[in-house]
C-alpha cells in the first residue's frame, strides 16, 4: 500500500489479557516509530527501529511494552497484562532515510485499543 | 511543566480569515520543528517542517520558528472549511527522530 498500515483498527480487550498491535511502514523506510496518543493529548513517543535494532526505547513506560522488527520491515507492539491506563491510540510511523538522516515520519491511523 | 506547550483551543474563524497556531517549548536543543494535520480517528499528517530558526512557505502555510524566544508559529491564508482538524507541532533534537509532540489545538473554520 501506499501509507502506513496498521492493524487492526480497533481493539477491545480485557484487563489482563496480551495484545498485540501490528505496523507495516511504507516501502523502503528504514526507520519505524511507535507513539501512543491518549484523547486530547498529542502523541507520546515510545519507540523506534533502525532497521531492524531498536534505536531508543526510552519512551516504553513499563516492562509490559515490548517491540521487535525482526525482518527490518514489519513491526509488531506487545502489551503484557493490559491495564485500563493502558487504552489510548497506539499510532505507527516511518521515514525514510537521505544521505544518513532520517526524514520527517509519515504515520498509519493507528489502533485504538480498549481495556475493560 | 511539558516540554512542548500548545494551546488546545477550540479556534473558531471564518472562512477566507487567516489562521494563526503557535506553541512554545523549553528545551533549546530542539533544532527541528514539524507541523501535523489530524482529522478525527485519523493518523497525524505532515504539513510541513523546517530546521533552525527561519520562515518556509507552502501554498497557504507559512512556518514560522524563533528560536531565541522558543516559539514556533504556523498561519494559514484563506482558511478554508476542509482545513478544519486539529493542528499538532512536534519537534526534536536529533534529525526527525523522537518528536516531541504539543497537544494539538483544534480548528474549526466557518463556512
Known amino acids: 500500500g501506499a501509507g502506513v498500515s496498521q492493524t487492526p483498527s480497533n481493539k477491545v480487550t480485557e484487563k489482563g489479557k496480551y495484545v498485540e498491535l501490528r505496523c507495516d511502514p511504507i516501502?523502503?523506510?528504514?526507520?519505524l516509530y511507535w507513539y501512543r496518543q491518549s484523547l486530547g493529548q498529542g502523541p507520546e513517543f515510545l519507540i523506534y527501529?533502525?532497521?531492524?535494532?531498536?534505536?531508543?526505547d526510552s519512551g516504553l513506560p513499563n516492562d509490559r511494552f515490548f517491540a521487535v522488527r525482526p525482518e527490518g520491515s514489519v513491526s509488531t507492539l506487545k502489551i503484557q497484562r493490559t491495564e485500563r491506563g493502558d487504552s489510548a491510540v497506539y499510532l505507527c510511523?516511518?521515514?525514510?532515510?537521505?544521505?544518513?538522516?532520517?526524514?520527517?515520519?509519515?504515520f498509519g491511523d493507528g489502533t485504538r485499543l480498549s481495556i475493560l | 511543566q511539558k516540554e512542548v506547550e500548545q494551546d488546545p483551543g477550540p479556534l473558531s474563524v471564518p472562512e477566507g480569515a487567516i489562521v494563526s497556531l503557535n506553541c512554545t517549548y523549553s528545551?533549546?536543543?530542539?533544532?527541528?520543528f514539524m507541523w501535523y494535520r489530524q482529522y478525527s480517528r485519523k493518523g497525524p499528517e505532515l504539513l510541513m517542517y523546517?530546521?533552525?530558526?527561519g520562515n518556509k512557505e507552502d501554498g497557504r502555510f507559512t512556518a514560522q520558528v524563533d528560536k531565541s524566544s522558543k516559539y514556533i508559529s504556523l498561519f494559514i491564508r484563506d482558511s478554508q472549511p476542509s482545513d478544519s482538524a486539529t493542528y499538532l507541532c512536534?519537534?526534536?533534537?536529533?534529525?526527525?527522530?523522537?518528536?516531541?509532540f504539543g497537544s494539538g489545538t483544534k480548528l474549526n473554520v466557518k463556512p
Open positions: 510511523a516511518s521515514s525514510f532515510n537521505l544521505g544518513g538522516i532520517n526524514q520527517p515520519q509519515h
Open positions: 516501502s523502503g523506510h528504514t526507520a
Open positions: 527501529f533502525q532497521g531492524t535494532g531498536a534505536a531508543d
Open positions: 528545551n533549546s536543543a530542539f533544532q527541528y
Open positions: 523546517t530546521y533552525s530558526s
Open positions: 512536534a519537534m526534536s533534537r536529533y534529525n526527525f527522530n523522537k518528536f516531541y
